[in-house]
């Protein structure tokens, strides 16, 4: 009976020290938060913490207004959304819970203390029993494993959705951009389509120019038009897209600005070697999908562990009967007559099998992305190129020979306006092939799962 007590009072204090397991401060949102600002090159908090009460909100609110006192560039765009784009804080306190749940797992469950009195016949009748849950205690150490793995998840998986919202960011900004800076040179376009149509009409009425030309002329500019009102409603559509993964609202959301124009050209692209391998081993979501695997090979191995033994409890008894008094102790065991785990077990192997292939088609699915978005990154950067050195050039060659052709009356005014539509055309088409390139370079930073190594000067 000694040798009871010395057991219980053994479990009493593994159960004590369980107890002493303690939340962070910051629920690990400082590791989640330094891999962030690693692989995006932008803080995702103020101070290092969440905000949690009026004074940080005001911090925050501090540090965005600043950004948003200048034209915001697309560095600066990353950071208000990291900081301020509210999904993203929800994503952030998922850290809280899973940390809450890792401590739990490190507490043992607490004894259960039953009291009996009775009385009758002139006798008092009293009955303790104090109970611990064995399986508990054995498993608890797995459990915390369990847990721990998880955990590690979910900082992954947190770090991942803010290089997401990151990418999603620099992407909606490229596009806010490109669609503003088109909206405004379709106003230009608009505006010389309207002096042409103006003129062709004054020299129809002169007997100079056919029904036909001045037909010609005015539907373009009925076109220009049309073409400002899309460009127009593309430009609203793309900035309050970035507002939205920018979290503002109110005068901010109306307020705030873009430069006019995307940067320019880099001199050369990104040589990337081995793209593949890159994604597999750097990107987020790969590194939480492994753990995810390694976590559920552990469940199997809880599940093994007790599938015989599903309820598993110790109790120390001493009862009182009258002047008599009488100690013990009483073991209940679940017989597994009925139900010997086997079920329990065939799932854990096939939820098992499940994570390992999802494995495969996850770093499956981030090579073949790392191929395309890398091949798509290096044809935008070629057709930009292309534009930049031979179309452009080409097209202000011909321009400055039509115009002096024409000031030596050798060609028409209507070759001179055509000239000019065939140079709108290519201007329109160097500004969208510079947007496709910003936004393949976005796109294959989020293939790989970080900013690609930066030269001065290039990023926009």
Excluded at 134 to 156: D, H, N, Y
């Amino acid at each position: 009976m000694t040798s009871l007590y010395k057991l219980v009072g053994g479990v009493s204090l593994l159960a004590l020290l369980g107890g002493c397991a303690s939340l962070s401060g910051d629920g690990g949102f400082g590791a989640a938060a330094s891999v962030s600002e690693q692989r995006t090159g932008a803080p995702a908090s103020v101070a290092g913490r969440l905000p949690r009460n009026e004074d940080d909100a005001r911090a925050l609110a501090a540090v965005i207004g600043k950004k948003l006192q200048q034209p915001l560039s697309a560095d600066d765009a990353v950071q208000v959304a990291l900081l301020n784009n509210r999904a993203l804080q929800a994503t952030y306190w998922s850290l809280g819970v899973a940390e809450a749940d890792l401590v739990q797992a490190g507490r043992l469950q607490n004894p259960v203390l039953d009291f009996k009195r009775s009385h009758g016949g002139g006798e008092v009748g009293i009955e303790r029993t104090l109970t611990f849950n064995l399986v508990g205690l054995i498993t608890a150490p797995m459990a915390s494993r369990i847990e721990g793995r998880r955990f590690e998840q979910t900082k992954l998986l947190v770090s991942s959705e803010a290089l997401k919202v990151a990418a999603d960011t620099r992407r909606a900004w490229v596009d806010a951009v490109a669609a503003m800076q088109i909206a405004d040179y379709s106003k230009q376009v608009e505006a010389s389509a309207q002096a042409s149509a103006e003129l062709s009409e004054r020299m129809r009425k002169a007997g100079n120019w056919s029904a036909l030309d001045m037909a010609r002329e005015q539907a373009y500019h009925a076109q220009t038009v049309a073409d400002v009102t899309h460009g127009q409603k593309a430009a609203v559509a793309a900035r309050e897209k970035l507002t939205r993964l920018l979290g503002l609202s109110g005068e901010q959301a109306t307020s705030y600005r873009l430069p006019d124009h995307l940067p320019d050209l880099p001199a050369a692209p990104r040589e990337l070697a081995d793209v593949e391998q890159a994604a597999v081993d750097e990107r987020l979501d790969i590194q939480a999908a492994r753990l995810d695997t390694e976590q559920t090979a552990s469940t199997l191995g809880l599940t093994r562990t007790t599938r015989f033994i599903n309820v598993l409890d110790l109790g120390a008894v001493r009862n009182t009967d009258g002047p008599a008094a009488t100690r013990g102790y009483e073991l209940t065991l679940e017989i597994p007559l009925f139900d010997w785990g086997s079920a329990r077990v065939a799932r854990a192997e096939a939820t098992y099998m499940q994570s390992v292939n999802q494995l495969a088609q996850a770093a499956m699915q981030a090579r073949s992305e790392a191929r395309e978005s890398y091949a798509d990154y290096r044809a935008s950067y070629d057709l930009a190129r292309h534009y930049r050195d031979r179309v452009l050039p080409l097209r202000k060659q011909i321009s400055e020979q039509t115009l002096l052709r024409y000031n030596g009356m050798l060609m028409s005014v209507f070759e001179l306006l055509a000239d000019a539509r065939e140079q709108a055309t290519a201007v329109s088409g160097y500004i969208g092939a510079l947007r496709d390139y910003w936004t393949a370079q976005a796109n294959l930073e989020a293939a790989l799962g970080g900013r690609l190594p930066t030269n001065k000067g290039v990023q926009p």
